[in-house]
């Protein structure tokens, strides 16, 4: 069973949008587990106290490393990958969700405050992981995000089999346009070719509106995309 282990202040958080939808019906029917942990029940005073001003001054406080370091010490110890939510850390992709989904499941913390004290980042081998470059209020909603990001993945939870295979990023690109009836809204129809019936000229279409979303919308990908087709014609 794939497990996801959350360390936070907020436990009331959680399961929160997990607990519905797909996410939520697999929770149920057992295909992978949620253990939310308090942080603050490690904290060494009557006050529950899980940070303190920053060392060298400045505004806010931080997470304090005791706290945190016995919280995460709490969780069983496996293989799973330990990680932590921050804006400074490496970018969520769909290759390392997948990656992810594959394994036995994460443990996940989620930082509060100005963030969290480096010396647990390092003594307790916390990967850093950013869902954008923009700033949270914590990391517990970016933590939703990245497990949804996995359960979904996971063997039973998609009703189709095909549903992952043809849909943004699974081949390096964004996913082309969807249109369902009726046939005409607002003066707006679907595509003749949709409705043509010839399979192939449908499959390039679709390729085509992918190759152009990806390549008006994200440059990024779509370089990283052309670098891979052409590396892959000079080895084949």
């Known amino acids: 069973m794939w497990r996801a282990s959350v360390l936070t202040i907020f436990p ?4 929160g949008p997990l607990g519905a939808s797909l996410a939520g019906k697999a929770l149920a029917s057992g295909a992978w587990s949620l253990d939310v942990v308090d942080i603050r029940d490690f904290a060494a005073d009557k006050h529950r106290s899980v940070d303190d001003t920053p060392a060298g001054g400045g505004p806010g406080m931080v997470m304090k490393a005791d706290v945190l370091g016995r919280a995460i010490d709490a969780v069983a110890a496996d293989r799973r990958p330990r990680l932590i939510m921050s804006p400074r850390g490496a970018p969520l992709t769909q290759a390392r969700v997948e990656a992810l989904a594959g394994g036995a499941g994460v443990v996940l913390a989620c930082g509060r405050f100005e963030g969290v004290d480096e010396r647990v980042i390092a003594a307790r ?3 850093e992981i950013s869902i954008g470059d923009y700033v949270l209020s914590g990391g517990e909603i970016a933590a939703i995000a990245l497990i949804d990001a996995c ?4 063997p039973g939870v998609m009703g189709a089999a095909a549903s992952g295979a043809e849909e943004s990023f699974a081949d390096g690109l964004l996913e082309y346009p969807q249109y369902t ?3 005409l809204w607002e003066d707006r129809s679907i595509p003749d070719v949709l409705t043509s019936g010839d399979h192939g000229k449908i499959a390039a279409w679709r390729r085509a509106e992918a190759e152009r979303l990806t390549k008006e919308r994200r440059p990024d990908l779509w370089a990283a995309f052309v670098r891979r087709i052409r590396g892959g014609s000079r080895t084949g």
Do not use: A, I, K
């Not at 009331?12 to 399961?15: S, W």
């Open 181 to 183: 009836r009726p046939q």
């Open 151 to 154: 359960v979904r993945l996971l």
């Open 125 to 127: 081998g916390l990967e």
């Open 12 to 15: 009331d958080m959680f399961p």
